[in-house]
Structures are given as structure tokens and as C-alpha cells.
């Protein structure tokens, strides 16, 4: 199989890309280096590119969606968060931009964090729209014990509220970024924490297993609860964390389909991965979208990987995983039906990622004249590379087989 030629090339500074206004100018051999960058895209229409989000300052990034302004901010790591001996603010020292693909809807950041305790490496695959999603991939390999430790903190500003006024002389009914924290934790209960300005250094404590989600929300999205026509506080972002992980081989299956161009029409393609080692252990290809194109795929992950009874199959709500065949098959296996909710495709976003990663390694830099030649790349690739070679961030930077052989 012949894989793409992979070019890099170091982004320079440059004196000339800055305004120094009225401050003498640095010398003309110095590297300042950057701050960091921001990322552009069509949301808000098509004859403008928005500004999407930006990685500025430590492990510090932040984004928006469509309609809205920046508030809260999101970070890489945080270590020693609210301990008397300091806290460690790692930083991101080194970033690589994949060069998306015409007509992509996603980009992919790499990322290199450093700090005195850890090091780690990131890969951010970013997709702007009504609702910015990040399918964060990250690892870990901590120099110390990381006794404090942080996963996807965030950061938010919170000045006072209605039921938080105390020796406030303000004529707004709100001023903050975020007004709470939402849990969705493993017990499937629902959590409000509301979030409050006080005088002394505060910590709530919440313990959970495997908890379903969590995130600061902005909940208040009309003018009339701020009052703040400079400030726009109904426009501020929430930021919604979902863990996509399976505590072992054959528990959590995620099931879809996407599609490929060639000279002769579209080749569809349909995939299972097991969630545990991202492995794909089902794929069918053929010119149609009946249901049968995914039976055959879900058929072939059963018959390879002998799943026990219980193993939870989650999806989108396409026609073809709701159809009498499809679920009958689930059924007789044993299998719990789990479907995306309406319009979230991002409930099911690592095989999202599987799929960007195919289009961009392999489809995107061929032409295929027939989906005989396209169905034989595609095989290659899955079986020949992806599986068995391709290294994952989510993984631990090893192969979706390597990562099979750990749990055995």
C-alpha cells in the first residue's frame, strides 16, 4: 500500500508579519517566536471566515460556535490546583497544523505540553459549527507522581449573580462567564454545582466512577439577565466534556457509515470499532445505503470477535441502525442499543475521527477511477496499516492490535 508523502515546514517569524506601534522594533536577526495563533472558519456565513478559537498562553485554548463570542477558556492540564505549595502551569511548546483538505469541515492541531512534573502530546481534531466540538486524543508521561492532577480543566469568570450580591453596586442582574457546573455523573444522576464569588479560597469536592460528563455552563442565553450591551455576556460559550473510553476489549462498539468519491459514483463505507482499542473489527463497502451495508459490517465484528452478551452497540439514528434487520441481529447477539441523540453526530466522535483520519492519509490524495480499486485501498489501509500499525493518541501513541495484546 503506498501512503501519502508527509511534508513539514517550520512556520518562521517574521518582523514584518507585526506592528510595533511607538516601541522600537527588535532586532532584525531576533526570533521572537509566537504567542500562539488562532484558527479561522466559514461559520457564520460563507463570505467570511470567523474566528474559531485560539491556543494562546500556557495549555490555555479557548473557542466559539456559531453566534458566539469568547468567555471561558479550556486548558491542557492542570497540576497542584489550589495547593498551598503553588500551583505548576504546564505550557504548550510545540504545535503542528495538519493542512486540511478542500472542502474539509474539520482540522487537525498537534500539540507538545512541557512542564517541570510531566510531559504530553495532544491531537485536537476541530470541528466549528452550531455546536465546536475538540476530539481531544492526549498522553501522558509524568516525570514525578501527579498527586493533583487535572483532566480537562476550564477556566471561567464568575463576578456575581442574582442570588450572589452581596456588597455589589452594580446596575446589571449578572456579570459572569459561567453561572455553574453540570454533572452527569456514572450513576446517570444530574448535578448542579452554582458557582459563587467568595472571599477566601474555596474547593468543592465531588467523587464519581466513570462519570458521564461535566462542564461550566453559561444556562442564561437572553440580554434581559445582563444588560450588557458591550459585554454580550448572553453570548458567552459553555464547555461540555464527554469521556470516550471502554474499560475493556468488546464492551463498547461504535457503529457508522461514510462515503467515498470515485469516477464511477459513491463507494459507501461501513465500519464497527471497539472503543476499548479503537480497533476497527467490522467494515462492509458497497454502492448502496441499504440496511444490509451495515449488517454485513456488524456480522463480520461478531463473527471475528465472539463479543460477550450485554456489549453496549451505539450509533447515529440513521434508517439503517433503526431497521428490523439491524436490530433484530443486536438482539440475538445480546447486544444494548445506544443511539446519538438527534443532530449529535459528536456522540459518536471517535469514529468521526476514524474517518477524518482515512480521508486525510489516504482517500483525500487519490483519485479513484472504480470502487473496485477504491474497496481495495480502503482494505489495505484498515487491515494492512490502520489495525495493526497506526499509532493512537487515545491509546497511549501504540496500535489498535498492541493495545488487543495489553488487555489479554
Not at 491556543?55 to 477558556?73: H, N, T
Not at 448542579?192 to 458521564?212: A, E, G, T
Not at 471497539?274 to 444490509?292: P, T
Not at 451505539?314 to 442499543?337: I, L, P
Request: with cysteine.
Amino acid at each position: 500500500m503506498r501512503l501519502p508523502t508527509v511534508r513539514r515546514s517550520r512556520i518562521a517569524y517574521r518582523p514584518e508579519d507585526f506592528s510595533f506601534g511607538s516601541n522600537a522594533p527588535p532586532p532584525p536577526n531576533a526570533d521572537l517566536g509566537f504567542a500562539g495563533f488562532r484558527i479561522h472558519a466559514q461559520m457564520n456565513s460563507r463570505d467570511y471566515y470567523d474566528e474559531v478559537c485560539v491556543f494562546l498562553g500556557a495549555s490555555y485554548f479557548r473557542a466559539v460556535a456559531k453566534g458566539e463570542i469568547y468567555g471561558l477558556s479550556a486548558r491542557g492540564l492542570a497540576i497542584n490546583t489550589g495547593e498551598a505549595k503553588g500551583e505548576e502551569f504546564p505550557l504548550f511548546k510545540t504545535f503542528w497544523i495538519e493542512r486540511p483538505a478542500p472542502k474539509a469541515t474539520s482540522i487537525v492541531v498537534h500539540a507538545l505540553l512541557d512542564s517541570q512534573s510531566t510531559t504530553a502530546a495532544y491531537r485536537f481534531t476541530i470541528r466549528p459549527g452550531d455546536t465546536t466540538t475538540f476530539d481531544t486524543e492526549m498522553a501522558i508521561y509524568p516525570r514525578d507522581d501527579l498527586d493533583h492532577a487535572g483532566l480537562a480543566p476550564m477556566t471561567s469568570m464568575f463576578f456575581f449573580g442574582p442570588n450572589n450580591r452581596v456588597e455589589v453596586d452594580d446596575f446589571r442582574p449578572s456579570v459572569h462567564d459561567s453561572d455553574g457546573m453540570a454533572i452527569y455523573n456514572g450513576r446517570g444522576e444530574a448535578l448542579w454545582r452554582p458557582l459563587k464569588n467568595p472571599k477566601d479560597l474555596q474547593i468543592s469536592m465531588f467523587s464519581d466512577l466513570n462519570p458521564r460528563g461535566y462542564g461550566l455552563m453559561q444556562r442564561q442565553k437572553n440580554y434581559w439577565s445582563y444588560q450588557d450591551l458591550e459585554s454580550k455576556f448572553e453570548k458567552r460559550p459553555s464547555l461540555w466534556v464527554r469521556n470516550f473510553a471502554a474499560a475493556a476489549p468488546n464492551r463498547i462498539w461504535l457503529a457508522d457509515i461514510t462515503y467515498v468519491e470515485t469516477d464511477q459514483g459513491w463507494l459507501y463505507l461501513a465500519t464497527v470499532m471497539d472503543l476499548y482499542s479503537r480497533r476497527i473489527v467490522g467494515w462492509a463497502m458497497a454502492d448502496h445505503l441499504r440496511a444490509d451495508l451495515p449488517l454485513a459490517a456488524l456480522k463480520m465484528a461478531i463473527s471475528a470477535q465472539r463479543p460477550d452478551p450485554g456489549l453496549i452497540h451505539h450509533s447515529d439514528r440513521g434508517v439503517q441502525y433503526a431497521s428490523v434487520e439491524y436490530r433484530k441481529a443486536m438482539q440475538s447477539a445480546g447486544f444494548k442499543a445506544s443511539m446519538s441523540r438527534k443532530g449529535d453526530c459528536y456522540d459518536n466522535a471517535p469514529m468521526e475521527s476514524f474517518f477524518h483520519t482515512l480521508k486525510t492519509e489516504l482517500v483525500h490524495h487519490r483519485q479513484y477511477a472504480t470502487r473496485t480499486e477504491a474497496k481495495r485501498d480502503i482494505f489495505a489501509n484498515i487491515e494492512g496499516f490502520y489495525n495493526r500499525t497506526r499509532r493512537h493518541s487515545a491509546i497511549g501513541y501504540i496500535s489498535p492490535i498492541e493495545m488487543e495484546l495489553k488487555a489479554a
